[in-house]
Every structure is written in structure tokens, then in C-alpha cells.
């Protein structure tokens, strides 16, 4: 977002007449060659890096602890003399540990360093510093591995003391001392100059017409309650003011996008005339949800337009997305236009394929599947569905990433749909979608997920797409329970199994590796697929994977969908588009591998019928994170409430990949806490390229 410079600079401070921020940071006072250097592992390039370097958390100097009143497990600053300082090392190899002892007057503290023999040459008795950290023991009171910072006499303590203090992110070489007096005085230099963003869409003003509404802080006053807040309330209110510049920039760039798309293209109306969707729907062994009938109003009021659609249908696992998807295709068919659906796998595309031809061939519709094993020679798939005369020139085309080849084309797609599209990138999305556009027209697009995505996430990743919510499950399904074991209630765990299947009633058994891995308490789906055998004998055991050939594959499934195999042993090949409603057990096998979107998909695979099933998830919680994990998938089926403690726990970045999502770095921005502040940039991006509001030149 570009900035706009404003005059009030201090007198007498070092600046540039044109852009202060653009300067590079050895322009600030105090950061010489060796400090730029250092400022540089940083990514602390410019002057503006150097402003908007966040810090990591604060320490409030105003009230420091005092050592005796120390709580164990607490985190606290402390301050006082190095009255002893020193290394032990231990009889019979090499261990060591630098220690530290500081005296405040009311008692000492002991803060020590395992294995830092070199700690020693940066204290000396007489010291005086600050420690930071939780108490790991009161007898004697000791810390760990604290985070220090001398005292000195360089002056400039009003920086450093009785105030509420940053701790920055740092890099070896470069004290927190020395960090915090260059942004002391790169505020003083420059904090003015930091300019509204030239839309100046946030407001920083009171409105007169809405007296009530708060003014956002000003960007200049934001960053010195950042670096400096006068009260720790002050901290958390300029980090949300920057943040959410960030994200109305995120969603300018969204909302054009989107924008320049309906402006640019014309749709092919595919609203359909309801000749196929009345005798589908009358077909159909069961009535639609009322979510169902509601998302394809949405849909059917889109495809009829001659803007292009683009939306995001999410749905739980098991709440009739494929349906949706069916009934979508029917409209674009009715309208004389083709149909692409691309799916992750092999097994989702022949899965959809499978229940498209069920669907579809009693009304002459011909259904192509086309995968990376089932390439065709020229334009069309090698394999077609066995619609008896098809009486429609139009077709439905299903597969794997195989569509996104040059050696696929296909004239007039009217439709686009993508199953589980987290599974995809941008690019392989949008060269799907030019393969169905010519110099005027272009294709409508459906993706779905069952994953549910956060909410913020949502309005980030897909901000770009109108959304769609299937948020009522089919009737007549059993319930799933999920149990939390340790590993050693293994043989209990295969008396149950051996329960349910002797009940005619089938199980998977999911391993997170398909061969040995170094690490020996980690199962491979290879190697135990014997000890299962013996396990479950005399009932049929099949073996899955994704290295198998892809007709061994197709075999095994097909035996494990007409009942012949009683038991699947198999990797998380099958998270997604494998349908059984006779497999009622599903055993999760060193579950604290997985993360909770792919077990919550994992756990889907069952409670596809009318009897009650069974999630089983063996796993050695040695971590608080694998320890959460399991917590929330035990307390929730509800997918919607696992991907929000997903985000919680893993953040953003690690939960969507940035290099796959396009997704940018926040510098203040957090997905899993500031939905508020999403909603709010995506209403004023949305409502300024629309026309609603005038930009504000700065």
C-alpha cells in the first residue's frame, strides 16, 4: 500500500524531503556498518523495516517482581546484582552448566545455562540486570535459560527503565538494549512522516453523523504506542490499528481481482430448465436438506447470470456436497454447455465418477473419467461412463490433475467444479479455467471443500469467492464417538474391532506411513499390515496405499465397498471421497501424526449409515500440542469448531501453506484472533471499489 508523506518532521532531525521510509537504515542515528549488517538477518532493510520491526512481547518495568515472592511456573522480570557467576561440569561427559546468581536485596536468584560453557564471558560479579523467565524451582529459586539484559551507564535509561518495555525479535550480536534505543530514536526522526495510506480508508477522525463509532488511532501515534505503549492496553490497540492496514490492503488486491474478472468476462448462462433436475431429483431414494435446497437457489440464481460465479461451497464431512456438485452440472448440461470436475485422487475422481454414472446414465448423460493412469489419446478420456445412447452431445468430465495438461481440451465448459480444493494451487485453478474460456466467454466456477475453513481464513485465502455453507447433516445416520487411547490398549482396541466385524460391520486401520521411517515408534502401514492379519483373523484384511498400481488400488477398494474385505489397512490415502456406509471403526494408529483437519477427514470415512460408529486414535501424547489435538477431537464432531482450534493452534501459515495459498506475512496481522478486524477491511475495500465511499486522497 503506498504511503503518503506528510510535513511535521522534528527540527534539526536527519531526514530526507522525499521518502524518509524508503531510506536505507544505516540513515538512522546509531546504526553503523556493523549494525546494518546485523539489522539485515533481521530483514530490517530500510528505515520503514526498521519502524514497523514489531516486538515480540513486553515487559512492564514499572512493577518488577521481587525475588522472593517468585511463584514457580510463572513468568516474571526480575532485577539485581551478580553477586557469584561461574561453570560446573559433570563427572563422565562433557556436561555443564553456566550459573548465574542475582541478589535483589530480598533473596537470590539462581539463573543457569546446560551446556553454555561460553555464557561465561558475558557476565562478571557486580553486574546488574534484568532476568527474565519462569521460576523452575524455589529450593533453591532458579531459572532456566532466562532472557538478561545488562544495566549500564550509557545513559538513556528513560528508555530502558520504570516504563513498560519491548522485547523484540533479535538475532546474535544485537542486544535488546541496542534495538530498543535505535527505535527510540528512529520515533523520534521519523514517526510523523508515517502517513495515512494514501485511500485512506480507515477512519481517524470522529464522525459527526455517528458519534458513538471510536476513530482509529492515526498510523504515527500507532507506532509509538507500539514500540512504547503508555499502558499494555495501548500496546494491543496500535498492533490492531496496523493490522488492520494490512489486511485492507490484502483485501484491495482481493476485491479488484474479483472485480476486474466480472468486468472482463461474460458467464455462459447455465441456469438450466429443470428437464434433467426434475426426473434426478425424483430419482433420488431420499429428500434434499434444507441446507441443499438452499445453496442450490444460490447457485441456480449465479449459473443464470452472465457474470461468472465464483463461489466456495463448504460442508462438513458426509453433508452432500457431491449432490450439490451433481445438481450444478445439470443446470450447465440443460444449457447446452460441458461440465470439468477435478478432484486431488485417483480414488476421490473414480469414487465421483462412480456415483456420477449411477446418478447420471439413467438420463443419457455421458460421464468421462480422466486420470493420470487413464490418459487418452486426443481430446476425450479413455474411459466413459456406459450411458445407454446418449441423447446429450454434452458431457461431464472427471478427473485428476491430468485435466490441466495441454493434451486435455474440451470446447464449450460451461461449469468448472473443484473437489477439495485446499488440495490445489491458484495456478492449477485458473488453468483449468482458461481451458474453458475464448475471447468472451468463460466458465463458471463451483469449488468445494470438506474441510472447513475458519472464518478468517475464508474471507483471506477465498476472499475473492461468494460462499456457500451446507450446515445440516442428511438424516437417518448413526452417531460417532471418538476415544483416546495410549498405545498399550492395543489388544483391547482389536477385541472391539473383532466385536463390530463379527457384527457384520466393517473398520479401517490407518497408519501415517507407508514404509519404516528412522524413527521406530512411528508405524509404516507395510509392515504391520501381518500383525493387523493375525489381529482380526479370520476376517478379511485388505492392504492400501499410494504406491500401489493403480488397478491393485481399484481392486482392493472395490472388494472393500461390496464387503468381501472386512478390514482396510491403509495410509490417509482414503481421507477423502471414500464412501462405505458399512464401515462403522476406524482406528487411527500413532494419531498424534496427524494434524486435525486430516483426522477430522480421516474420522468422516465412518458414520455413513444408520448404526453407531467408532473412532479410535492411538497415540503418545508427548507434547501440549499432540495433548490439544486429541482434546479437541474427542470434545467436537463438528468441523466447523475443529478448524477454528485448528487455526488457534497452528496459525495461519502452517495451516494453508503460503507458497500454495498466495497467503502474504503479516507483520501485526493475526488470522486466528482478528476476525473482527477481516470483516471490517473486507466492508471497507469492498464498499470503496464499489463506489460506496469516495477515496480520501491524503
Known sequence: MSEVIQSGARSGSRVSPSDPLGLPVSAARGVGRERVQLLNRLRIETIGD?????????????????????????AVTVRGSVVAAGVRTFRGGGKSVFEVVLDDGTARLHCRWWNQPYMEKFFAVGDQLFAYGKATSLRPRAMDHPETEKITDEGDEQVHLNRIVPVYPATEGLTQRALRLMLWRAIEDYADLVGEPALRLVPTEPDLEHPQRIPWLGR??????????????????????????????????????????????????????????????????????????????????ELGNTVPMRRLLQGDVGSGKSLVAACAALMALESGYNVVLMAPTEILAEQLWTNFRRWFDPLGVAIDLRTGSRKAEGELPLTSSSAPNPRLPERVVIGTHALVQDSFQLDRIGLVIIDEQHKFGVTQREALLRKGRDTLEAPHLLVMTATPIPRTLGLTLYGDLDVSVLDELPGGRGQIRTYVRAPEALPKVWAFVQEELSKGRQAYVVYS???????????????????????????????????????????????????SIKALVTTSVIEVG??????????????????????????????????????????????????????VMAGTNNGFEIAEADLALRGAGELVGRDQSGMPDFRFGHLARDRDLVETARELAWNHLRGAVNPIEG
Open 578 to 631: 471414500v464412501d462405505v456406509p458399512n464401515a462403522t471403526v476406524m482406528v487411527v494408529e500413532n494419531a498424534e501424526q496427524f494434524g486435525l483437519a486430516q483426522l477430522h477427514q480421516l474420522r468422516g470415512r465412518i458414520g455413513r449409515g444408520g448404526h453407531h460408529s467408532h473412532c479410535i486414535l492411538l497415540a503418545r501424547q508427548k507434547t501440549e500440542e499432540a495433548v490439544a489435538r486429541m482434546k
Open 50 to 74: 526498521l519502524l514497523f520491526h514489531g516486538p515480540r512481547r513486553y515487559e512492564d518495568r514499572r512493577q518488577l517482581c521481587r525475588i522472593k515472592e517468585l511463584v514457580e511456573g510463572q
Open 513 to 563: 506411513r507407508v514404509s519404516e521411517a528412522e524413527q521406530e515408534e512411528i508405524k509404516a502401514v507395510t509392515k504391520e499390515f501381518g500383525r493387523v492379519e493375525s489381529a482380526l483373523a479370520p476376517h478379511a484384511v485388505g492392504l492400501l496405499h499410494g504406491q500401489l498400481h493403480p488397478e491393485e488400488k481399484e481392486r482392493v477398494m472395490a472388494a472393500f465397498r461390496n464387503g
Open 220 to 301: 504515527p501515534q500507532a507506532i509509538r504506542d507500539l514500540h512504547f505503549p503508555p499502558a499494555p492496553s495501548a500496546a494491543e490497540q496500535a498492533r490492531r490499528r496496523l493490522a488492520l492496514d494490512e489486511f485492507v490492503a490484502l483485501q484491495l488486491t482481493i476485491q479488484q481481482r474479483r472485480l476486474n474478472l466480472e468486468r472482463k468476462w461474460r458467464a455462459r448462462p447455465c441456469g438450466g430448465d429443470n428437464r434433467l433436475m426434475k426426473p434426478f431429483l425424483t430419482s433420488l431414494p431420499f429428500k434434499l436438506t434444507g441446507a441443499q435446497t438452499r445453496v442450490l437457489r444460490e447457485i441456480r440464481a
